[in-house]
């Protein structure tokens, strides 16, 4: 239970993996932040100790809590070390045959009464769960970017996920002070099945003649009071996760509603990645 959960695995350290490092060390737990290059990890928590350092300007901690907050975190790149999780999360690349691999091997690592989550943005839990001897304790806790700032987690039950599973992920959102919202498993879940699709109708506009993306942008700001437009949120997103979670609804859903944007792919193929890159429906 959520009570008896007091060292988190969390696989994967980047922009995801170690906002939820971050959330969880900030919340009293100890964090095993597990990557599989040193530079990866390195970054990682660089980028956990300069957050950190802003939230302590900001006044939202105090000066001593960002030492206090670092010190639980546990860099390894050894998988092995989270034997000792009692609750393990994967922010891994959203591809499917490298989560598969992920749930496999640490099906074999951590204690059969743990849970496994998944941050995934896309990806059937219900299949994940399936890749496991333990398909009641799989989940999705999928978490939104910036971490430390967005107040939602989606929660998502896979066919096979428990009643106990699914309110101890809930209670442990809610102790990270976040909101957990009850989701069942089906492609993109609820926020990118209507976000994508958003997403992709912006860059067909700009790709058709339409408007610049500056003035798409516009429109959704102004107009529809988004904080950031479509094509400046897809490219802080990365276009190239855009494009796995579109390819993942098509192929899912079987509706060509879903078909990825031809500029969205010959971008992706450029290695106009938006935001990370430097380049994408903006230069950065």
Same mark, same amino acid.
């Given at each position: 239970?959520?009570?008896?959960?007091?060292?988190?695995?969390?696989?994967?350290?980047?922009?995801?993996?170690?906002?939820?490092?971050?959330?969880?060390?900030?919340?009293?737990?100890?964090?095993?932040?597990?990557?599989?290059?040193?530079?990866?990890? =390195?970054?990682?928590?660089?980028?956990?100790?300069?957050?950190?350092?802003?939230?302590?300007?900001?006044?939202?901690?105090?000066?001593?809590?960002?030492? =206090?907050?670092?010190?639980?975190?546990?860099?390894?790149?050894?998988?092995?070390?989270?034997?000792?999780?009692?609750?393990?999360?994967?922010?891994?690349?959203?591809?499917?045959?490298?989560?598969?691999?992920?749930?496999?091997?640490? =099906?074999?690592?951590?204690?059969? &009464?743990?849970?496994?989550?998944?941050?995934?943005?896309?990806?059937?839990?219900?299949?994940?769960?399936?890749?496991?001897?333990?398909?009641?304790?799989?989940?999705?806790?999928?978490?939104?970017?910036?971490?430390?700032?967005?107040?939602?987690?989606?929660?998502?039950?896979?066919?096979?996920?428990?009643?106990?599973?699914?309110?101890?992920?809930?209670?442990?959102?809610?102790?990270?002070?976040?909101?957990?919202?009850?989701?069942?498993?089906?492609?993109?879940?609820?926020?990118?099945?209507?976000?994508?699709?958003?997403?992709? &109708?912006?860059?067909?506009?700009?790709? &058709?003649?339409?408007?610049?993306?500056?003035?798409?942008?516009?429109?959704?700001?102004?107009?529809?009071?988004?904080?950031?437009?479509?094509?400046?949120?897809?490219?802080?997103?990365?276009?190239?996760?855009?494009?796995?979670?579109?390819?993942?609804?098509?192929?899912?859903?079987?509706?060509?509603?879903?078909?990825?944007?031809?500029?969205?792919?010959?971008?992706?193929?450029?290695?106009?990645?938006?935001?990370?890159?430097?380049?994408?429906?903006?230069?950065?």
């Amino acid at each position: 239970m959520a009570g008896e959960i007091k060292t988190v695995g969390v696989i994967g350290a980047g922009t995801m993996g170690n906002g939820i490092a971050h959330v969880f060390a900030r919340g009293g737990f100890a964090v095993l932040l597990c990557d599989v290059e040193p530079m990866f990890l =390195d970054r990682g928590l660089e980028t956990i100790r300069k957050n950190l350092g802003r939230e302590a300007q900001k006044g939202k901690i105090k000066p001593e809590d960002v030492d =206090d907050t670092l010190r639980r975190i546990e860099g390894t790149l050894d998988r092995n070390a989270l034997a000792e999780a009692d609750f393990v999360v994967e922010a891994a690349t959203e591809r499917f045959e490298v989560k598969q691999a992920i749930f496999e091997d640490l =099906d074999g690592i951590v204690r059969p &009464e743990v849970i496994l989550g998944s941050n995934t943005s896309s990806i059937s839990i219900t299949k994940l769960a399936a890749q496991t001897e333990r398909p009641e304790r799989v989940i999705g806790m999928h978490f939104f970017n910036p971490v430390p700032v967005m107040q939602l987690v989606e929660v998502i039950r896979g066919l096979q996920t428990s009643d106990e599973t699914y309110e101890t992920v809930a209670t442990l959102a809610e102790k990270l002070g976040k909101t957990a919202v009850e989701v069942n498993d089906a492609p993109g879940f609820v926020s990118n099945r209507v976000l994508m699709p958003l997403l992709n &109708e912006a860059m067909f506009a700009v790709m &058709e003649g339409v408007a610049t993306p500056a003035a798409v942008d516009e429109v959704f700001r102004l107009g529809m009071a988004h904080p950031m437009g479509p094509l400046t949120l897809a490219d802080f997103i990365g276009l190239d996760v855009c494009l796995d979670i579109m390819r993942v609804l098509h192929e899912e859903l079987g509706d060509p509603k879903y078909r990825p944007c031809p500029l969205l792919v010959r971008m992706v193929d450029a290695g106009w990645l938006g935001r990370k890159s430097g380049r994408g429906f903006y230069t950065y």
